[in-house]
């Protein structure tokens, strides 16, 4: 018996060294973007999308934006605005457990990163997976004028951005801007 459960071993080994090894950046459900490279995320922090709720109607959206994001059909970028504590982050990271096995990947991405997108697409670009690229918190302050750097590059410059690369903000202000601005 021990020399056929060596056997066995010896032949699923010998399987798993014939097939090529996939690297944590071909396996990683989420990434950061840190210093112009797509670090993987070893343990994201996944969400059961069920598990909001009285939100059930933005849901219903957010899950068609996605599926048809998916699927390569169009789809819109994201803005999820709310009080505190109303699920907007946990909604975000819900979309990574549903839409997961269906090539859906999430990047995060600092605000103050933001105007680095290019080098991003780049890398997206490349790459067969569909693409949340999440901003978590957004909103600008009176005196900061980085909004309009921002809203040049997603208003589109000479590169257009990737078919699979869609932007998910999240903000506790419905307008990013103070109205005053």
Known sequence: RIERVLEQLEAALSRAAAEPARDAAEQALAFRWRGGALQPISHP??????????????LSKLRTNIAAFTRGEPALDML??????????????GLLTEFSAAGFRLVEVRREDLLELPSLWVLLRAR????????DDLSFEEGDASWKL???????????RPANALIIATSNRRHLLTERL
């Open 80 to 93: 999820l605005y709310g009080e505190r504590g109303t699920g907007k982050s946990s909604a975000v990271r």
């Open 45 to 58: 922090d996944l969400y059961p999308l069920d598990a909001l709720l009285g939100v059930e109607r933005s």
């Open 128 to 135: 067969p997976e569909r693409f949340g690229v999440v901003c």
């Open 150 to 160: 921002l809203k040049a590059e997603l208003d589109g410059g000479l590169e257009s």
